[in-house]
Each structure stands twice: as structure tokens, then as C-alpha cells.
């Protein structure tokens, strides 16, 4: 995935460090074999070489990946697009590399065309490869990862743990001494907050995602890695970053990426309607959450 992972747990009898360790590393390594961009023999890389009209029998957690890109993708009109994998290269964020000049005319044109969720089609546990369509999971795998790394430790027995892969976490149970996993929401380089925002990670997951990490400049203008499926383009710099919590952190990825797109205004009253947990930190230093959010804060107290 092109980031680091850390766990912290404490395992039951019997289970050594290392055995945490391989459980982890395990899990991590099946989801990039199965749904990374980056890795030529993935099966996201063979279905997107794939003939057009063939259809594609997907492991089951590339299937329950798919299944839930596709409910984002609905819920949000096309907000979150797993199928943007041309684009994310096209504006050099890809696998292709980077590129000298952002795109423009019929060259955007062309390739946003082959684009769209709704191409996407399932039969059973097969996907159908419409033809010219790349599919770019990076905006809710990640999330996925860490979902399949606890599962791996809770199937050695852990029922406390931290899974943090590339800043997004979850967490589960309660530290050694009883206190629950306290994490603060990371404010973007460049920003300042007059208190950061600490969560605990009981039964929660949190995702953040931001124009900080991955971006590019262009005529002074900064441009995020995250692709707008309804212009083709980057998406606008008025959010530094987005934070989720959510049950899962598949859903805490996926959701940033909607809230990213959408943007502050319309994202916070799409966000409350649904009653996510999320804050936005804005590029003028600002900071907004949603109810969802202050309600828990109100509830917390960390030492």
C-alpha cells in the first residue's frame, strides 16, 4: 500500500509477538494482492487489462470491497467512483507516474467518458469488465486493510488491540490499564488548532483524509490527489483534510473520500442528514464537525 502498519495488542496466552506480527502482515499483503493498482499481478490490475464483455470471478473480500464502493457510490451520486483509475493516472496520481502539464480537452474528455460507477455490473460473485474502465479502490481499500488486520488478530484470540496501516485506525477493547485507546485527529502540516480534537477507539474506527500527503502544483495552484468523479479534475482546496469515525474503517475511507469530494458546505449537510461522525479542517484555519461528532466528544474525557 505504499505505507507502514502498527499494532498494538494484548495477546492472549500462548500468542507471541511475532505470531501478531505475521497475522498482520498476512492480512495487509492478501488486499494489496488483491486490490492494489500498484502491483502489475493484482487482480484489480488483471481486471482492468481484461478484454471488454468478460466477466471476472472475485475473491471474496475484493467482492465485499466492490459491494461497498458501489453502496458509497449510490448514496452519494457518484461522489465516490471506484472506477476513476484512468483519471487518478491521467492527472498523474497513478501508477503511470507523475506528469509535466495537468490534462485538458479531449484528452480529459475522452477518458472521464469511459468512466462510471454505474458501468460496474455484478453477477453473483463475477464483475464485468464493460471495456476501457480502470478501477482505482485506493479511496476505501486502505480502510478495508485495517479492518482485515484486526479480524486476523481477533482470530488468534486478541480482543484489545489498536490497527493503525498509513494513519487510519481502529480500535478494539481497552489498553493494559484499562483506559480505552485515546487518538487525536491529525491536524495538517501548516495548520494550527487552538486544541486537537482526541478520540477514543473503542469499537470505532477513524480515517482522515487530505490534500497534504499526495498533491501537485499547478500555476500555484494546489491540486489533491483525490479526483472529483463528476468534473474529472482534482477536487478544490478549501478542506485541508476530512476525519471520519465510523464502525468500520472501510467505511471511515470511503466516507472521507465522499466528504473530500463534496466539499464542507455540502458535505456537512449530506454528513448530518446521515449522522456521520466527521470534521473538516479548512485551509483558512477554520474547523467545523458535524452533531454527530460533538455529541461524542461531549461523552469523552480523556486523562
Same mark, same amino acid.
Given at each position: 500500500?505504499?505505507?507502514?502498519?502498527?499494532?498494538?495488542?494484548?495477546?492472549?496466552?500462548?500468542?507471541? +509477538?511475532?505470531d501478531l506480527?505475521?497475522?498482520?502482515?498476512g492480512?495487509?499483503?492478501?488486499?494489496?494482492?488483491q486490490?492494489?493498482?500498484w502491483?502489475?499481478?493484482s487482480?484489480l490490475?488483471?481486471?482492468?487489462?481484461?478484454d471488454?464483455? !468478460?466477466?471476472h470471478?472475485l475473491?471474496?473480500?475484493?467482492?465485499?470491497v466492490?459491494?461497498?464502493?458501489?453502496?458509497?457510490?449510490?448514496?452519494?451520486?457518484g461522489?465516490?467512483?471506484?472506477?476513476?483509475?484512468?483519471?487518478?493516472?491521467?492527472?498523474?496520481?497513478?501508477p503511470a507516474?507523475a506528469?509535466?502539464?495537468?490534462?485538458?480537452?479531449?484528452?480529459?474528455?475522452?477518458?472521464?467518458?469511459?468512466? =462510471?460507477w454505474?458501468?460496474l455490473?455484478r453477477?453473483g460473485?463475477?464483475?464485468?469488465?464493460?471495456?476501457?474502465?480502470?478501477?482505482?479502490l485506493s479511496?476505501?481499500?486502505k =480502510?478495508? =486493510?485495517?479492518?482485515?488486520?484486526?479480524?486476523a488478530?481477533?482470530?488468534?484470540?486478541?480482543?484489545?488491540?489498536?490497527?493503525e496501516?498509513?494513519?487510519?485506525?481502529?480500535?478494539?477493547? +481497552?489498553?493494559p490499564?484499562g483506559?480505552?485507546?485515546w487518538?487525536?485527529?491529525?491536524?495538517?502540516?501548516g495548520?494550527? +488548532?487552538?486544541?486537537p480534537?482526541?478520540i477514543a477507539?473503542?469499537?470505532l !474506527?477513524?480515517?482522515?483524509s487530505?490534500?497534504?500527503?499526495?498533491?501537485?502544483?499547478?500555476?500555484?495552484r494546489?491540486?489533491?490527489?483525490?479526483?472529483?468523479?463528476?468534473? =474529472?479534475?482534482?477536487?478544490?482546496?478549501?478542506?485541508?483534510?476530512v476525519?471520519v469515525?465510523?464502525?468500520?474503517?472501510?467505511?471511515?475511507?470511503?466516507?472521507?473520500t465522499?466528504l473530500m469530494?463534496l466539499?464542507?458546505?455540502t458535505?456537512?449537510?449530506?454528513?448530518?442528514?446521515?449522522d456521520?461522525?466527521?470534521?473538516?479542517?479548512?485551509?483558512?484555519g477554520?474547523e467545523q464537525?458535524?452533531?454527530?461528532?460533538?455529541?461524542?466528544?461531549d461523552d469523552?474525557?480523556?486523562l
Amino acid at each position: 500500500m505504499g505505507v507502514s502498519w502498527t499494532v498494538q495488542a494484548c495477546p492472549p496466552p500462548g500468542v507471541s +509477538v511475532e505470531d501478531l506480527r505475521v497475522a498482520a502482515q498476512g492480512a495487509a499483503n492478501a488486499v494489496v494482492l488483491q486490490m492494489s493498482g500498484w502491483e502489475p499481478g493484482s487482480d484489480l490490475c488483471r481486471f482492468n487489462r481484461a478484454d471488454p464483455g !468478460s466477466w471476472h470471478d472475485l475473491p471474496a473480500d475484493f467482492a465485499a470491497v466492490i459491494d461497498g464502493a458501489l453502496h458509497w457510490a449510490r448514496e452519494s451520486d457518484g461522489a465516490f467512483d471506484p472506477t476513476v483509475g484512468r483519471l487518478t493516472d491521467l492527472w498523474g496520481f497513478g501508477p503511470a507516474g507523475a506528469r509535466d502539464a495537468p490534462p485538458a480537452g479531449q484528452e480529459l474528455d475522452g477518458l472521464w467518458s469511459q468512466c =462510471g460507477w454505474a458501468r460496474l455490473q455484478r453477477r453473483g460473485g463475477a464483475l464485468l469488465q464493460p471495456g476501457g474502465l480502470d478501477l482505482d479502490l485506493s479511496g476505501i481499500a486502505k =480502510g478495508f =486493510g485495517v479492518d482485515a488486520v484486526m479480524r486476523a488478530l481477533q482470530a488468534l484470540g486478541v480482543r484489545h488491540a489498536l490497527v493503525e496501516i498509513g494513519g487510519e485506525l481502529r480500535g478494539e477493547g +481497552v489498553r493494559p490499564d484499562g483506559q480505552p485507546w485515546w487518538v487525536t485527529i491529525e491536524t495538517p502540516p501548516g495548520l494550527t +488548532v487552538a486544541e486537537p480534537i482526541v478520540i477514543a477507539l473503542h469499537g470505532l !474506527s477513524l480515517a482522515t483524509s487530505g490534500d497534504y500527503r499526495r498533491f501537485r502544483m499547478d500555476s500555484g495552484r494546489r491540486r489533491s490527489h483525490t479526483i472529483d468523479p463528476r468534473t =474529472g479534475a482534482p477536487v478544490g482546496a478549501a478542506a485541508a483534510s476530512v476525519s471520519v469515525l465510523a464502525e468500520t474503517c472501510m467505511d471511515a475511507d470511503a466516507l472521507c473520500t465522499v466528504l473530500m469530494v463534496l466539499g464542507p458546505e455540502t458535505g456537512m449537510v449530506w454528513a448530518a442528514q446521515r449522522d456521520i461522525a466527521a470534521c473538516w479542517q479548512l485551509r483558512d484555519g477554520s474547523e467545523q464537525m458535524t452533531a454527530a461528532l460533538a455529541a461524542m466528544l461531549d461523552d469523552e474525557h480523556p486523562l
